[in-house]
């Protein structure tokens, strides 16, 4: 029988639906060859412009004050997202790789991506799309 990881863990009850959505991708991701999504990975972008993605020398080239807060919050806000999901990716077993920031801010753009063009527009959806991405 498939479950979604959703319903059968209880640890990802706590997190975000954005945060289960990141760790559903990066779960497939870690697959390889064998995830039927392997040939879409393959063409999504390697990075994002996002403001969590910026390191200290594109934070700082924003020079507005307030705009240099706001990359700042938003890398803040991602570190603190990773490190609550990262000891459920750890009990994944994923690669480890794929358990390092850069990978979650890459996933978490990616999530932001998928969002934005509206295929994920309820937390009701995470159990549908968690079913494709991440069955156990």
């Not at 020398?57 to 997202?81: C, G, H, S």
């Not at 690669?95 to 932001?112: H, N, S």
């Not at 063009?117 to 937390?123: E, N």
Request: charged share 20%; aromatic share 12%; glycine share 2%.
């Amino acid at each position: 029988m498939k479950l979604c990881l959703l319903h059968s863990k209880p640890i990802l009850l706590t997190l975000l639906p954005r945060q289960v959505f990141t760790v559903c991708l990066v779960y497939e991701i870690n697959k390889g060859k064998v995830s039927p999504w392997h040939p879409y990975f393959l063409h999504l972008p390697r990075s994002y412009s996002i403001l969590a993605a910026f390191g200290e020398l594109e934070t700082q080239a924003l020079q507005v004050d307030y705009a240099i807060w706001a990359a700042q919050k938003a890398v803040t806000k991602a570190k603190y997202e990773w490190e609550q999901a990262f000891i459920r990716m750890k009990e994944l077993k994923l690669k480890p790789p794929l358990l390092t920031f850069k990978a979650w801010i890459w996933a978490t753009g990616t999530v932001q991506i998928i969002a934005r063009d509206k295929i994920l527009q309820t937390s009701g959806n995470i159990c549908y799309l968690c079913k494709h991405f991440l069955v156990i």
